[in-house]
């Protein structure tokens, strides 16, 4: 069982920053982690992934030169630099651990997450 907890979000104006973490457990047992976000009324969408342990990163089209994740194994962390944020941006976005086999390389499918944080609400204002 990994657990995840999301921080970081807040409410920012249009063209600012945030700087989102996601504090595991363990990440040993995972092979990726990834980010998705929900605004309300619409369907969760994937944001980002990053490969437990190698270098390989994928980025949702809305959101690349824009965001960038990263991770510290050593802290057990996973980080989602957000810049030049936009009104669209506005979502609960939560963090999410794979581990065992996949069948999505990029790692923005959610239906082949295992565990899920709580999430942390990001509010962008024009």
């Known amino acids: 069982q990994v657990q995840l907890v999301e921080s970081g979000g807040g409410s920012v104006q249009a063209g600012g920053s945030l700087r989102l973490s996601c504090l595991a457990s363990?990440?040993?047992?995972?092979?990726?982690m990834g980010w998705f976000r929900q605004a309300p009324g619409k369907e969760r969408e994937a944001v980002a992934s990053?490969?437990?342990?190698?270098?390989?990163?994928f980025y949702a089209d809305s959101v690349k030169g824009r965001f960038i994740i990263s991770k510290d194994i050593a802290k057990n962390t996973v980080y989602l630099q957000m810049n030049s944020l936009k009104p669209g941006d506005t979502a609960m976005y939560y963090c999410?651990?794979?581990?065992?086999?996949?069948?999505?390389?990029?790692?923005?499918?959610?239906?082949?997450?295992?565990?899920w944080g709580r999430g942390t609400q990001v509010t962008v204002s024009s």
């Open positions: 999410a651990a794979r581990e065992g086999g996949y069948s999505d390389y990029e790692g923005l499918s959610s239906e082949e997450y295992n565990y």
């Open positions: 363990d990440l040993s047992s995972t092979n990726c």
């Open positions: 990053i490969y437990t342990f190698d270098v390989s990163t």
